[in-house]
């Protein structure tokens, strides 16, 4: 049981990005009495987030100051699905200030799953997501004000 | 006074609000559909929320929206400009509710107004005289005539719920009320999704007069002399005019008396329009109020020399009139409006503006949200510019505006202009010997009777 700690989180997520940058989906490793299986499904399209976006979070982070609208890439935006603001009102990534927000960058979406709120004239709208997919953007911060149309998530949109 | 205001509105009157503010030392906040992205008023406010996609029912007549842009930017008055939501009592109510100041009458003084029949009524207690109608909405054709009988013909029926001509129809005998009310109930029906229609009187031969009145919030009332509309086709207005070549001095001091009384007695506490009808014997007959700033105003700010804008601004943040009871008029003043349109079809011509030259010089003012290269979109009216002329007598304001239509250029568009022109130069409009009839005869002159 010793040799458990030979391998911490570091190395792990190290095994999982050098999978991800093969495209393996599976990977067997055995040290010393430990051993290790990593596995991961892979729906069809989700390989081609990888040119579209390698590292979503820090891009979303770099992308939002400057130009909060603005497209974060412009190689594949046809494989992006925007969800837009329907209306005039303040963006809420969470149900109330202490509860962890409704989604994160990467994170994988239901149709029909809410993603945000938007207050407007003291209402909280649910913002659902229209589709299946990955959360890829989300380029309004907690709190700001949002103008109808504007862009608020970009999903990666999975094959039904 | 405030120091930020929403403009909920679109086009020339946005920007001429927006101009006004900004002469106040106000912020400005432009609100936009998705087809005024590049449109001036959102471009030259100092800021901006998109509030909808191109239906004005989606945008700009999107409350909610409207609402929350104002909400967000912390603007303290929305300016309603005209049309729109500019007459619409529930949204100078919500506003009120919401804390922000309805840049306009009370709400209650909007509804009053709106309805047609409790507004003659009113006015009939404030001793203005009122054509004959009927006191209520007439549901069906049975009814129609039985009140056109009473009275006479011919009638006009028009919609309960209208406004800038829509729904309007004249009637000379039976045969053609019973071809006209159906026609009418659906022009209003599908213009204000309500067919109620009103039956009145209708003068043959009669002026489209209108008396400027301005309120404060302290019981101030002062009523500016008359503008001139009877240039109209289908109640479409086209050319305006202060003063009326038709009313001397002592009609406009009893009409300027009339209106000011009614607007005291009934406590009107902003800009406001009566509209008259006035026949060939000098009488003149009560038709409706506005409760908005007018698209013609400007001929009243140019004859008197006041900015009634800023006037209506003062006057919501609760300022006291400033507008004097005695001043008198300086000139003589037209109005163009110049309309995407084809001058002979009238059928509207939207599409960009490939180059365009505005007149300008002495006396030439122009109220215009248009800019070369910019693509009028096909969502909205059709008013493209207000060319606005004045100078000391009738003869040299219209040779004044003749100067600067010929000047003017508009290519890429079809425009007015040529109609506009034409009309300039007919003889009874020289005259000024001319009613609300004027562009039927007009037409038919002009060998293009166009409907």
Redesign the interface.
């Known amino acids: 049981m010793d040799e458990n700690k030979k391998i911490d989180y570091e190395e792990i997520s190290k095994l999982v990005s050098f999978l991800e940058e093969k495209q393996l989906t599976e990977f067997e490793l055995e040290v010393e009495g430990f051993k290790i299986k990593i596995s991961r499904a892979v729906p069809q399209p989700v390989p081609q987030i990888k040119p579209a976006s390698p590292n979503p979070g820090t891009q979303a982070e770099k992308a939002q100051p400057q130009a909060p609208a603005a497209p974060p890439v412009s190689q594949a935006p046809e494989e992006f699905h925007y969800i837009t603001s329907p209306m005039v009102g303040t963006f809420y990534r969470a149900p109330n200030p202490t509860s962890p927000s409704f989604v994160e960058i990467g994170e994988e979406v239901k149709k029909g799953q809410t993603l945000c709120i938007i207050e407007a004239m003291k209402l909280m709208n649910e913002i659902e997501s229209d589709v299946d997919g990955v959360v890829l953007e989300i380029y309004v911060e907690n709190g700001k004000p949002v103008e109808y149309g504007q862009r608020l998530f970009a999903v990666q949109a999975l094959a039904a | 006074m405030f120091s930020k205001i929403l403009i909920a509105n679109r086009g020339e009157i946005a920007l001429r609000v927006i101009r006004a503010a900004r002469e106040l030392g106000l912020n400005t906040v432009a609100v936009y559909s998705?087809s005024d992205r590049n449109s001036l008023h959102t471009i030259l406010a100092d800021e901006k929320?998109?509030?909808?996609?191109s239906r004005a029912a989606d945008?700009y007549l999107n409350i909610?929206?409207?609402?929350?842009?104002a909400?967000?930017?912390k603007a303290e008055a929305i300016h309603p400009g005209y049309g729109f939501l500019a007459e619409n009592p529930r949204f100078a109510e919500i506003c009120e509710s919401?804390g922000i100041i309805f840049i306009g009458p009370q709400p209650a003084m909007i509804k009053l107004m709106g309805n047609k029949s409790l507004a003659r009524q009113e006015m009939r207690k404030s001793h203005l005289y009122i054509l004959p109608g009927s006191n209520e909405v007439v549901q069906d054709l049975p009814e129609a005539k039985k009140i056109a009988k009473k009275m006479g013909y011919p009638v006009i029926l028009k919609a309960a719920a209208g406004g800038g001509g829509k729904g309007m129809r004249i009637a000379r005998t039976r045969a053609q009320l019973e071809e006209q009310f159906g026609l009418a109930q659906n022009e209003a029906k599908a213009s204000f999704s309500d067919a109620s229609l009103y039956v009145e009187k209708y003068l043959d031969n009669s002026r489209h007069i209108e008396i400027q009145v301005v309120g404060d919030k302290h019981g101030n009332v002062v009523a500016l002399g008359e503008r001139e509309c009877s240039i109209q086709r289908k109640h479409q207005k086209i050319i305006e005019e202060s003063p009326s070549p038709f009313v001397d001095d002592r009609l406009r001091k009893r009409m300027i008396k009339a209106a000011e009384d009614a607007a005291r007695r009934i406590g009107y506490q902003s800009l406001g329009t009566f509209e008259f009808l006035v026949d060939g014997q000098e009488r003149y007959y009560f038709m409706e109020a506005n409760t908005r700033v007018q698209v013609e105003h400007p001929v009243t700010e140019m004859v008197y020399g006041v900015d009634l804008v800023k006037e209506q601004i003062r006057i919501a943040a609760g300022e006291k009139l400033s507008i004097k009871d005695d001043i008198g008029m300086i000139g003589h003043c037209l109005e163009c409006r110049i309309n995407a349109e084809d001058p002979v079809t009238f059928s509207p011509s939207p599409g960009t503006i490939d180059f365009m030259l505005l007149p300008g010089g002495h006396g030439i003012r122009v109220d215009s949200a248009a800019y070369q290269g910019w693509q009028i979109p096909p969502d909205y009216d059709s008013l493209v510019a207000k060319i606005i002329a004045l100078a000391p007598t009738r003869p040299e304001a219209i040779r004044k505006m003749q100067t600067a239509l010929e000047m003017t250029t508009i290519v890429g568009i079809k425009t007015n202009l040529p109609l506009h022109l034409a009309i300039l130069a007919d003889s009874d409009f020289a005259k000024g010997s001319y009613d609300t009839q004027f562009m039927e005869r007009f037409q038919q002159k002009n060998g293009n009777n166009h409907k």
Request: proline content about 12%; charged content about 10%.
């Open positions: 998705e929320v998109c509030i909808g996609p945008s909610p929206n409207i609402l929350g842009a909400e967000q930017t919401s």
